[in-house]
């Protein structure tokens, strides 16, 4: 199985909230898996879940100290994750028109799940829990988790 995963499922692990996730305990055992679970991450999920991590800091919603222990947790995901780097096939795909409004960085993150998809050969599960990334990654065909439309 393949799975891409936006900020919004990364941070609702991070800060432990309510509602459907990704399995993270497949993070940490990709080869072990009798099931092969591989998760894909955009650099741009870094940026994006970063600014999102900052933003709650500036609001007063975390102190400096949470922010530096969220941040390390972040990296660390990140870590486990195959990070894909922008190229001009992402862009691409990004830039197309969709038949919904969708914002830049959603554009990315759908561009570059299917652009997995194409070099894989496979279908990847998009997860995410932001309703309008969901609608602009079913605009694109692509098998949507972690939110209900």
């Given at each position: 199985?393949?799975?891409?995963?936006d900020?919004s499922?990364?941070?609702?692990?991070?800060?432990?909230?309510?509602?459907?996730?990704?399995?993270?305990?497949?993070?940490?055992?990709?080869?072990s898996?009798?099931?092969?679970?591989?998760?894909?991450?955009?650099d741009?999920?870094?940026?994006?879940a970063?600014?999102?991590?900052?933003?709650?800091?500036?609001?007063?919603?975390?102190d400096?100290?949470?922010?530096?222990?969220?941040?390390?947790?972040?990296?660390?995901?990140?870590?486990?994750?195959h990070?894909?780097?922008?190229?001009?096939?992402?862009?691409?795909?990004?830039?197309?028109?969709?038949?919904?409004?969708?914002?830049?960085?959603?554009?990315?993150h759908?561009?570059?799940a299917q652009?997995?998809e194409?070099?894989?050969?496979?279908?990847?599960?998009?997860?995410?829990?932001?309703?309008?990334?969901?609608?602009a990654?079913?605009?694109?065909?692509?098998?949507?988790r972690?939110?209900?439309?």
């Open positions: 199985m393949t799975v891409y995963l900020a499922a990364l941070l609702r692990v991070l800060f432990d909230e309510p509602g459907e996730r990704f399995r993270t305990e497949a993070l940490h055992r990709r080869s898996s009798t099931e092969r679970v591989d998760h894909y991450g955009s741009v999920l870094e940026v994006d970063s600014r999102a991590i900052d933003r709650l800091r500036l609001l007063g919603q975390i400096d100290a949470e922010c530096v222990r969220k941040s390390g947790e972040l990296r660390a995901m990140l870590n486990a994750l990070m894909i780097p922008m190229n001009r096939s992402i862009v691409a795909l990004a830039s197309a028109p969709f038949g919904v409004g969708v914002r830049a960085l959603d554009a990315i759908v561009g570059s652009w997995i194409r070099e894989l050969g496979s279908r990847v599960a998009f997860w995410t829990h932001d309703r309008r990334q969901a609608i990654a079913l605009s694109r065909g692509l098998t949507v972690g939110v209900e439309i």
